[in-house]
Structure formats: C-alpha cells, structure tokens
C-alpha cells in the first residue's frame, strides 16, 4: 500500500539544498506502484512534480500538488557478439550506471561519468558531457503514461532528441514517467578524447593508448576540480545551457571579441561556453546574498547557506541580462525551474 505523505520537506531531495515543502510526497519503488497511485483519480488531477535526484531542479516557491520520487532500481545486461545492452530502473543513480559499465568495459559513456541525477531523468535532458550526448548510446525507455494508467516503449526517434532536449521536455511534458531505460554500449571502445581537457589530462598523466576506465577517471577528475560537491555547497551543476547561435551571429561576436570560446554546434550553428561568457562579465565566484557563483566555474550558480529558490532565480536573471546586453547572446537556464 503506497503511503502519501504532506508537507514534507523538499531539502534533502534537491541537489540545491533549497528548503522548500511538498503538499504531497510519494516515493515510488516499483512500476505497480504508478499503476495504484494513478488509478485513484484525485492525483490524475493534481499537479505533479517528478524527481529523481533532484539534481536539475530548482524550487522557487513550496510545491503545492504532488512530488513523485522515483525509486525504481536494477541493472540488467546482455551481450551479443561485440555489443551489450543495459537496462537499468529509472531511480538508479547515473553514475553508479557509469561505473557499472565501465567496471566491466562496457563502452560507450564513461564520458558521462560523474554527471549527477538519475537514469530516468537521463532521456529528458539527453544529458551530455565531453563530446558525447545519451542519444549516441540510447535504445528505447519504457514510460508509464499518467492519462491512461498504461506503459509505453520509446524507440530513439520517438524521444525526438536535440541539444539538452527531448519530446518529454516538450510536448509531452507531465505526461509520462520514464521507469527504466536502455542502452547499447559496446565491448570495443570508440575513446573520444577530443573534448574538453580529456587529451590533456591524460597526456600528464602519461597514458598515451588510455582505455575506458582512464577516460572515465580524467573526466571524474576535472569535474571535481571545476564543479562543486552538492553535498558540501548546494548546487545543481551547469546552471545555463551553452547557447547555440547561427554562423552569422557568431561572426558578429566574434568580430568584438575574438577570444571567445567556441565549439561547432552542428549545421549552420556554433557553440559559445556559457562559462566563458559569464566569466567575462565578471560574475565568476561572485557572491550576492546568500547565493553567487562557483569560484571555479562561472556555469554554476550554488547555495552558500539558506538561500530561497526565488533569491537563486533573481541572480540568474541577472546574469542573464548581463551576458546579454555585453555580447547580444540570451542564456537559457538548463535546470527544471519549479515555481
């Protein structure tokens, strides 16, 4: 029997360490638990928040309707031939994924190590790290659809991926809750080293044929060392998404300040680091109030003790204006503001 808990709170499951309250507060362990809690049809009509690690999230005020924690669990494996399939529960943490595949040299997202959240959220987001994006390893995932009490399969085309993107973002957003996910990885490493400061790292520690669990450990290594510990300073990782801009803005750019940081973004776009702008803009480390900015990456914004949800949103909009009016490029926010 599921038990529906109220006014419970939220400052332990979110990454931020934003004290906010649920109304209502469920935590779902198995897919027979979506099924009873749905069929009552009080809570098909409240409104619902879906958390996993609570990782990409942001509260600015106290959630008035029902916040599902996901916490369906599992890791299970095939091999065929060269390539191996994983399916794991959509309450697994991610990197405990990661390192499960690249305990056992299943390739294909060691370079997503260490990027916090749950599996489930994973497809969401199409979260992505040093050149590679969960699109480039994903199969399908199985979502329980809310309306009609049913599960439904996602192929890769379905999920309509893009940068940061997916159709559970968009039009389909609050009405399916992913409940496992599956991967096809590979027992031959394809090492992706170009990104980021992969080469670098690897190259001082003098690995010159690195395998996946050295690529694994070097982009662990350069998270820490540029991002913040949630469970020692409340943050929710990159803050802001890196804009995407077409060739001729970026031409426009480019032309005021040509050190700007920059990566292809695909046909006819470009890529700016976010961090970079926001650094030369001054904000980087900077505190306002009881929030600011990572001193070792302007990308994140963090909690440096009993900051509101609504003081975070406020710094981010200043941020925002400011990147905006110094180089005419408008920064979207890539955590799941709730208000």
Known sequence: MLQIQENVSLKNFNTFGIDAYARYFVEIAH????????????????????IGGGSNLLLVNDFKGLVIRMNIRGIEHRISHDDVYVEAGGGEVWNDLVNFCVAREYAGIENLSLIPGSVGASPIQNIGAYGVELKDVFVSCKAFEIAAGTFKTFTKADCQFGYRESVFKNELKGQYIITSVKFHLSLIPNINTQYGAIGQELANRGITEPAIKDVSQVVSHIRVSKLPDPSTIGNAGSFFKNPLISVDEFNTVHEKFPDVVN?????????????????????????????????????????????????????????????????????????????
């Open 31 to 50: 897919e027979d638990d979506l099924v009873e809690l749905f069929a009552d049809l009080q809570w098909q009509q409240t409104e619902r928040l879906v």
């Open 263 to 339: 990566y292809p973004g695909g046909e006819g776009l470009v890529k700016l680091a976010a961090g970079w702008l926001i650094e030369q803009c001054g904000w980087k480390g900077k505190v306002v109030g009881n929030t600011g900015t990572w001193k070792n990456q302007a990308l994140v914004l963090v909690n440096h003790g009993g900051a509101t949800g609504q003081e975070v949103y406020n710094f981010s909009s200043q941020i925002i204006d400011s990147v905006y009016t110094k180089f005419g490029v408008m920064l979207q926010r890539e955590v799941n503001i709730v208000s």
